[in-house]
C-alpha cells in the first residue's frame, strides 16, 4: 500500500522562474516521482524554448514540506496577458494534452493536503486577473491528481478516451470494438491490401524521422484546408517544436512515430508519446485518396493497439476529444477538469465571457444541424481569408 500525504499538510513553496533553476528537482521527480508524458523535462524545454508567447513569464512553483523541507512536487505554469487581462496558465501553449504536477514521490495526497499544497502555491504566485488551468485528469498513471482533489476544481467540457491493452493481442479489436465496428474495420484493411503491401513502420533513425514526420504534417494541413479548420502545425514554430521533439525522443523512447505505408505511398501517420506503459496518441494524419473507401488512420490506430499489447503496453490513450471512432473501438471516457479562479474583477468579467462562450458551444454541439451549419459558415469565412 502506498504512503499517505499528511492529513492536514503544512507545506511552503518557492517560485522559480527558469527551468535551469530546477533542472535537478525536476529530474529528481521524473526519475524516482510521478511526473506524465506531458510534463517530462525534455518536452517542457522545447515549449518554454520554442512555444512561449512574447512577453509571457515562466513560473515554476516549487512545494516543499514545511517540517521536513523534502520536495513534494513542482508546478509548472506560465502567465501572460490575453484579451487585455493578465492570466496565470498550464505551461502547455497547446502541445500538453493533460496538466498535472510533477510529484516527487508515490505517496496518496488527500484532499486536505492538496488544498494546503494549492494554497502554498498561491502564496508565490505574482499578480494575475485570473488562474485558468485545463485539461487536469483525474488520476496520473492511477495516482491521485492533486489539482482534481481541490475543491476549486470543476468539471470542464473535455474529455478523454483511452482503452485497456489486455488479453490475447490477435483478438484486441475483435474483444474490444463494436461488432459493426470490427467488420468495418477488416474490410477497410483488406481494401488497404488490394492496394499493395501493407507495412507499419516505426521511424527509428533521424532520416525516417524527417521523412515520416514530413508527411505528417503534409496530410495534416491537407485535411484541415479541407475542413476549413485551423491546425496548430500551420505554425513553423509548432512544427519545429514537435520535430525536435520526435528527434530527441529517440535516446529514450519518449516520442515514437510510425506511419502506414501501402506500396510506396504513406496513407497514415501517428505521433506518440510513451510514458509508464502507456502509448498516448497525439497527432494523426492519414490520406483519404489513395485508397478510396477506406480508413488508413483507423487501420494505423488499430495495428499500434496490437503492436503495444505485444510489446507490454498496457494502456492506450486516445486523447482528449469525443469523436465517436473512439467509442467504437471500445474506449472508456473521463471527464477533465478544470480550476478558473478569478482574482480581478477584470478577472470576473473575462471568466464570465468564456463561460458564456463554453455554454454556447455546448449548445451546438448538442444540435447535429446546427453544429453542421456553423462548421460550414466558419469553412467558408476561413477560406475567403486564406
Same mark, same amino acid.
Given at each position: 500500500m502506498? #504512503?499517505?500525504?499528511?492529513?492536514?499538510?503544512v +507545506?511552503?513553496?518557492?517560485?522559480?522562474?527558469?527551468?535551469?533553476?530546477v533542472?535537478?528537482? &525536476?529530474l529528481?521527480?521524473?526519475?524516482?516521482?510521478?511526473?506524465?508524458?506531458?510534463?517530462?523535462y525534455?518536452?517542457v *524545454? %522545447?515549449i518554454?524554448?520554442r512555444?512561449?508567447?512574447e512577453?509571457?513569464?515562466?513560473l515554476?512553483?516549487?512545494? @516543499?514540506?514545511?517540517?521536513?523541507s523534502?520536495?513534494?512536487?513542482?508546478?509548472?505554469l506560465?502567465?501572460?496577458?490575453?484579451?487585455?487581462h493578465?492570466?496565470?496558465?498550464?505551461?502547455s501553449?497547446?502541445?500538453?494534452?493533460?496538466?498535472?504536477?510533477?510529484? $516527487?514521490?508515490?505517496s496518496l495526497?488527500?484532499?486536505?493536503?492538496a488544498?494546503a499544497? &494549492?494554497?502554498?502555491v498561491?502564496?508565490?504566485?505574482?499578480?494575475?486577473?485570473?488562474i485558468?488551468?485545463?485539461?487536469i485528469p483525474?488520476?496520473?498513471? %492511477?495516482?491521485? /491528481?492533486?489539482?482534481?482533489l481541490?475543491a @476549486?476544481?470543476r468539471?470542464?467540457t473535455l474529455?478523454?478516451?483511452g482503452?485497456?491493452?489486455d488479453g490475447?493481442?490477435?483478438?484486441?479489436?475483435k474483444r474490444?470494438?463494436?461488432?459493426s465496428f470490427? =467488420?468495418?474495420? +477488416? =474490410?477497410? &484493411?483488406?481494401?488497404l *491490401?488490394r492496394?499493395?503491401?501493407v507495412?507499419?513502420?516505426? $521511424? /527509428?533513425?533521424p532520416?525516417?524521422?524527417?521523412?515520416?514526420?514530413?508527411a !505528417?504534417?503534409?496530410?495534416?494541413l491537407k485535411?484541415f484546408r479541407?475542413?476549413?479548420?485551423?491546425?496548430l502545425l500551420?505554425? #513553423?514554430a509548432v512544427v519545429?517544436?514537435?520535430r /525536435?521533439?520526435a528527434?530527441?525522443?529517440?535516446?529514450?523512447g519518449?516520442?515514437?512515430?510510425?506511419?502506414?505505408?501501402?506500396?510506396?505511398?504513406?496513407?497514415?501517420v501517428?505521433?506518440?508519446?510513451?510514458?509508464?506503459?502507456?502509448?498516448?496518441?497525439l497527432l494523426?494524419?492519414?490520406?483519404?485518396?489513395?485508397?478510396? /473507401?477506406?480508413?488508413p488512420?483507423?487501420? !494505423?490506430?488499430g *495495428?499500434?493497439?496490437?503492436?503495444g499489447l505485444?510489446?507490454?503496453? %498496457?494502456?492506450?490513450?486516445l486523447?482528449?476529444?469525443?469523436?465517436?471512432?473512439?467509442?467504437?473501438?471500445g474506449?472508456e471516457?473521463?471527464?477533465?477538469? =478544470?480550476i478558473?479562479?478569478?482574482?480581478t #474583477?477584470?478577472?470576473k468579467?473575462?471568466?464570465?465571457?468564456?463561460?458564456l462562450?463554453?455554454? $454556447?458551444?455546448?449548445?451546438?454541439?448538442?444540435?447535429?444541424? !446546427?453544429l453542421?451549419?456553423?462548421q460550414?459558415v466558419?469553412r467558408r469565412?476561413?477560406?475567403?481569408?486564406?
Amino acid at each position: 500500500m502506498l #504512503p499517505e500525504a499528511s492529513q492536514g499538510g503544512v +507545506y511552503t513553496a518557492r517560485l522559480h522562474t527558469s527551468l535551469e533553476a530546477v533542472i535537478p528537482l &525536476w529530474l529528481q521527480c521524473q526519475a524516482n516521482g510521478m511526473c506524465s508524458a506531458h510534463q517530462l523535462y525534455a518536452w517542457v *524545454e %522545447g515549449i518554454v524554448k520554442r512555444l512561449m508567447p512574447e512577453g509571457a513569464d515562466l513560473l515554476v512553483v516549487e512545494v @516543499v514540506d514545511a517540517g521536513t523541507s523534502e520536495l513534494k512536487m513542482l508546478v509548472p505554469l506560465m502567465r501572460r496577458t490575453r484579451f487585455g487581462h493578465r492570466v496565470i496558465e498550464w505551461l502547455s501553449c497547446g502541445v500538453c494534452d493533460y496538466s498535472a504536477p510533477l510529484l $516527487a514521490d508515490k505517496s496518496l495526497w488527500t484532499p486536505q493536503a492538496a488544498e494546503a499544497a &494549492w494554497a502554498a502555491v498561491r502564496s508565490v504566485m505574482p499578480r494575475a486577473d485570473r488562474i485558468h488551468i485545463t485539461g487536469i485528469p483525474r488520476e496520473i498513471y %492511477g495516482l491521485a /491528481n492533486p489539482l482534481a482533489l481541490l475543491a @476549486v476544481a470543476r468539471e470542464s467540457t473535455l474529455i478523454t478516451s483511452g482503452l485497456v491493452l489486455d488479453g490475447d493481442p490477435e483478438t484486441l479489436i475483435k474483444r474490444k470494438g463494436r461488432p459493426s465496428f470490427v =467488420k468495418t474495420f +477488416y =474490410k477497410d &484493411w483488406r481494401r488497404l *491490401e488490394r492496394h499493395g503491401k501493407v507495412d507499419m513502420v516505426e $521511424a /527509428n533513425t533521424p532520416a525516417l524521422i524527417e521523412l515520416v514526420f514530413a508527411a !505528417l504534417v503534409e496530410m495534416r494541413l491537407k485535411r484541415f484546408r479541407q475542413l476549413g479548420r485551423f491546425d496548430l502545425l500551420a505554425l #513553423p514554430a509548432v512544427v519545429d517544436f514537435y520535430r /525536435n521533439a520526435a528527434l530527441q525522443g529517440l535516446s529514450d523512447g519518449s516520442v515514437r512515430i510510425f506511419g502506414l505505408r501501402v506500396g510506396e505511398d504513406w496513407v497514415s501517420v501517428q505521433y506518440m508519446l510513451v510514458r509508464h506503459g502507456t502509448l498516448h496518441a497525439l497527432l494523426i494524419g492519414m490520406d483519404l485518396e489513395v485508397v478510396p /473507401n477506406a480508413s488508413p488512420g483507423l487501420g !494505423l490506430m488499430g *495495428e499500434l493497439m496490437v503492436w503495444g499489447l505485444r510489446q507490454g503496453f %498496457g494502456y492506450f490513450d486516445l486523447s482528449v476529444g469525443s469523436q465517436p471512432y473512439k467509442e467504437q473501438f471500445g474506449a472508456e471516457s473521463s471527464v477533465l477538469v =478544470k480550476i478558473d479562479e478569478t482574482l480581478t #474583477p477584470l478577472g470576473k468579467g473575462v471568466a464570465a465571457v468564456a463561460s458564456l462562450r463554453d455554454r $454556447a458551444e455546448l449548445v451546438v454541439r448538442s444540435r447535429p444541424r !446546427l453544429l453542421k451549419a456553423v462548421q460550414g459558415v466558419t469553412r467558408r469565412l476561413r477560406r475567403l481569408k486564406s
